[in-house]
C-alpha cells in the first residue's frame, strides 16, 4: 500500500540549526529570518469503565510538532518535527510507528510570478472537490503531497499551476503518484479596460491523474486514473456566483466496491450582501466521487479530493458533537442556505446596540439511485452478466433521493443589551441518519431541538464571565443532553473554565452520566498554555464535514502552544 | 519560456493519464451445464392459457426411480472440489439417473472477508443443515434419499465418494417407482418470474401421505473455492475465484416452509393412474445470479418412512 519513507531528516534539522547558529551574525547567510511555531498536546489516562474510557498501558498520550521556516530573498524553506509519544488517543496508531521525525519539509523558490516548491507542500484547486492536500491537525489529517511544483504567470490575469507527487500516509508515501494541473483566467486582470468594472469573471480549470499499480485481483483495473473540472466566479456588487463541476473516469476501489461508474460532483453558490445583510444559497451533489491515492485505502486516509461541508459549522458543544454530519463521497444531494440580518442600533427592535439576527438551514439527501448489482456480488469479482460494465447502480445527479441524511434549522440572535451585558440565543433544529453519516446502528433518525443562551458580563474593567446554557431534547439515542460552562477571564492573560455535560435523559439510568471538565489556560502574546482535567465522552469530532472518533477519557490534558 | 516549457511537461503528464476500462472481466466461458440431458426426461410441449408449462406425459420417466443426492460443501473446504468432481462423474456415468443438489452450509460456508466474499448459504439449506448436523462428520457430506442405508453402517449423511458411491450405486435404476413425475418451469422475459408445473402420476395404491420438495437450484454459479488440488503459485492460497460451482442450492420453492415439502398425497391415500398437478407462479430470488441457470429439482417424499421415493429436474427455458 506505501513505500517506506525516506529520511531527509537529519540533514534538514543540522541546515536549520546552522541557520539558527548564524541567524544575526555576517556571512553569505546574513539577512535569514526564521520563524515558525510549536504545539505540544498530551492526555493522561485514567480507567473509567461507566463512560468506556479503558485501561490505556502507557497511561498518557502525547502528540507534538515545530514547523520552521527560513526565508532570504526569494528563498524559503521549511520543515516540521513531529512526535508521537505515544499518539494521544483517537488519533491513528500508525502515528506511533515512528516516535520522532520530519515528514514535511521543502525548499522554495518565488520570483517574477514563478513559484517552484521542492519536497512537500499543500496545494487546493478550485474548491478541493478535485485536489486538495492539506492538514487538519485535530483529525489527525495530513494528506500533504511530497514532489515537485510550479506556479507561473505568464502575463497578468493567467495562473498556472502543475505538480506531481504522492501523499504522505503518516510516516510513509502512498504507493500512487498524483500528476495534476490547474489554470485560472482572471478576466479583469486580463484585459485592461475591464480592469476596474464592477463585473468581475473569472474561469479555471482543473485536470488531475493519479497512477497506481494494479494489486492482485481478477479485474482490469485501470492505473491512471483521470478527472477533470471546470469552474467560474462572477461577481457584480454585492451578488456573487460560483460554480463548479467535477468528473472522474472509472475508479474501481474499495470504497465503491470497485465498480467502474464514472464520479462527477457539482456545487453552486450564490450570495448576495450590503451593509447589515447577507444572504447564501449553496447546492451540492456528489456522487461516486471518493477519489484517493491508494484505491484501498480508508478512513480519511490519502484523499486526493475534498468534498465541501454542506451544513453549518457549530461551535456550541451539543450541536458540535452529538450528531455533526459527515459527508458522504459515495452519494449526497442537498441545499444549504444562510441569511444575516443586522437591526440597526438606535432602533426599536435593534436597541441601544443593535441585533444581530442569523438563520441557517441545510438539507441533505441520498441520491436518487437504482441499484444493479449489490455490494456481495461486486465483492466476489465475479463477471455480472446484469452488469458486465460493472457500473453498479445508476444515479440522477439533479433528483433528491428518498432517504434523509440530515436537516439542520437553526437561527441565531446576538444582542448587546448594556456595555457589560451581551447575550446570544441559538435555537437548532437537527434530524440526523447517524446509521449512514456515523456509522451507528440506531434503526432509525434522531430528531433533536438545542436551545442554547450564551451572555458575556462584562464584571469590572479586566474581568469578564462567560456562560453557556445548553439543552438538547431528543426521544431517541441517549435521550436528553444538558450543558454548562463558566468562564471567568482576567485579561489579558488568565481564563479558568469549568464545564458539564449531563446525559440526565438515557433512557438506561446507569448511563445518566455527568462529563465534567475545569480548565485554566494563560496567554501571553502568541503563547498559550492550558490545563485541564475532567472527562471527555466517546463521541465524533468532525471539521468540514470531515470526522474522525473520539474516544472515552478521563485524565488531565495539558496544550502549550507558541510561535516565534 | 523555461517555465511554461516545465509547465508543459507537466501538463502533458496529466493529459496522457487516463485508463478507460470498458469490460473489466471479460464474461467467463460458458458454464459447463448440460441441459439437453437434463431436459431428456420431461418435454415441455408449450404452455396452457395461464402460462404453465405443459408436461408431455408420454415421455415422463415411468421406468426407474431416480437418486436423490443432497450434498453439504462450502467455499473454504480444501478437499470437497476433488469430491465433488467425483460425484459428477458418477451422475455423468449413469445417464442422470442421479439429482444432485448441494447446499453450501457449515463452518467452511461461512462468509470470510476478503479471501470468502461470497455468500452462498440460504435459510432452507441452513435449517436441513441444522436437521443433520449431528450426523456430519465431516465435508463434502451427502444424503442418499435421506435414507437410512442398515448395509452402509446404518448412514443416514456420507462423507465424502467412498462413503456415498456405495449406496448411490445400490439405488441407480431401481425399476417399478411408485410415483412417476414431470416438470417443467417456463422463464418470464425480464427473468423475474417462473412459472412450474409438477406433474405426479401414481403407478400404484399410495396409502401413505406423501410430500412434494420443489428446490430452486443455479447451475454453475462462478465464485471463489479452496481447492488442495490448486498451485499456490497460480492461485494464491489455493483459491480459484472463477471456480465453477455446481447445482448450487439457492432456495426453496414451496410457500409452505418445510423440510420435506408440502402435502401433495393426503393421508387417505390415493389410487393408482391418478395425476396429481402442482403449480405456482415464482419470484426468482434475488442471489441466482444468471436465471437462465435455474434448474427445478422436485421431490417426493413417502411420510411414512421419510424417504424420497421419487426425483425429477427441469432446466428453466423461456418459451420462444
Known sequence: MTRKHTKPSLFLLATFLLFSSLYGQDGPLEGIEIHGNFEVYAQTYNEDSLIGAPNVPQKSGVNSFANFIATKGAFSAGARIESYMPPVQGFSANYGIQPVGVPYRYARFEKD??????????????????????????????NALDGLRVKYSPIPGIYLKGLVGNQRFYWQKSTGYIRAFDGEVSFNELIEKFNTSQLRISIGGSFVSKYEKKGITNLEIPENVGSWAGRTQLNYGGFSVLAEYVYKINDPNADNHYIYKPGQGILISTTYSRKGFGVNLTAKSIDNMHFRSNRDAQLNDLFISYLPALSRQHTYNLATTLYPYATQPAGEIGIQGDIIYKIKKGSKLGGKYGTTIQGNFAMINSLDTHQISNSTALDAEVYLPNDPNRTGYTANLWTFGKKVYYRDYNIEIDRKFSKSFKLKTTYIYMVSNTDVTLGTALGENVYSHIGVLDGLFKLASKHSLRTELQHMWTEQDKGNWAFVMLEYGYSPHWFVTVLNQYNYGNPNKILRLNYPTAQVAYVNKANRISLAYGRQRAGIFCVGGVCRPVPAANGFTISITSSF | MKQLIILSILFTLVLSSCDYVNIPLEAPIPAPIDTSTIDTSVTNIGVDANGYPLIDTAAVNISTQKVFVEEFTGHSCTGCPAQSDKLLNLQADNGHEIIVATYHEGIFAKVELPDYPTEMRTTFGGDLHSFVEQDIDAYPSAMVNRTVFANFGNKYVFQAHNQWEGPIVERVNQANPTISMGVGAILNNDQTFMKIRVSLKTEVNLSDEHLLLVLCIEDSVIAEQKDGRLDDSV?????????????????????????????????????????????????????????????IVAAVFNVTTSEVVQVEEVHAKHID
Open chain 1, 113 to 142: 510570478k514563478l513559484d517552484i516548491t521542492v519536497g512537500n507542500f499543500y496545494e487546493q484547486f478550485g474548491s478541493g472537490m478535485i485536489l486538495r492536500s492539506y492538514e487538519e491537525r485535530a483529525l489527525g489529517l495530513d
Open chain 2, 235 to 295: 492461485y494464491p492460497h489455493k483459491i480459484n475465484t472463477e471456480y465453477v460451482h455446481r447445482h448450487v442450492v439457492r432456495s426453496l420453492v414451496n410457500t409452505t416452509p418445510g423440510l420435506y415439502g408440502e402435502t401433495v398425497v393426503p393421508a387417505s391415500g390415493i389410487s393408482a393412474d391418478e395425476w396429481i398437478n402442482w403449480e405456482l407462479n415464482y419470484g426468482i430470488p434475488d442471489n441466482v445470479v444468471n436465471a437462465e441457470h435455474v434448474i
